[in-house]
């Protein structure tokens, strides 16, 4: 499994960023995937996730982030997205991308990870 963000940056107060991961080494459209994040001193939180449902993928959304991040997910690029639009101060962060792989013992893996700095 190898998981790779990308589109971190420097971005003003109210503007936006689209984040990418790159996935491989996994049946992508079937696993629950996730964007989470961690600023300086604080726990790392998932802020958004997708997982499969047979009537379409089930999405979740922390109340911090609701209404200004979207999550989504291109099975033929096997890549998850995290637009995130009105960013805030509060939202800089290092940001990363999960998959949770099922089996006789639960896996998760983590991307590497990107930097996303709201300032003006």
């Known amino acids: 499994v190898q998981l790779v963000e990308s589109g971190g940056g420097l971005a003003q107060p109210g503007g936006s960023l689209r984040l990418s991961c790159a996935a491989s080494?996994?049946?992508?459209?079937?696993?629950?995937m996730s964007w989470a994040r961690q600023a300086p001193g604080k726990e790392r939180e998932i802020v958004a996730s997708?997982?499969?449902?047979?009537?379409?993928?089930?999405?979740s959304y922390a109340d911090s982030v609701k209404g200004r991040f979207t999550i989504s997910r291109d099975s033929a690029k096997h890549t998850m997205y995290l637009q995130m639009s009105r960013l805030k101060p509060e939202d800089t962060a290092i940001y990363y991308c999960?998959?949770?792989?099922?089996?006789?013992?639960?896996?998760?893996?983590w991307g590497q990870g990107t930097q996303v700095t709201v300032s003006a």
């Open positions: 999960n998959v949770v792989v099922p089996g006789p013992v639960e896996s998760i893996y």
């Open positions: 080494g996994f049946s992508f459209s079937s696993y629950a």
């Open positions: 997708i997982r499969f449902s047979f009537r379409g993928d089930i999405i």
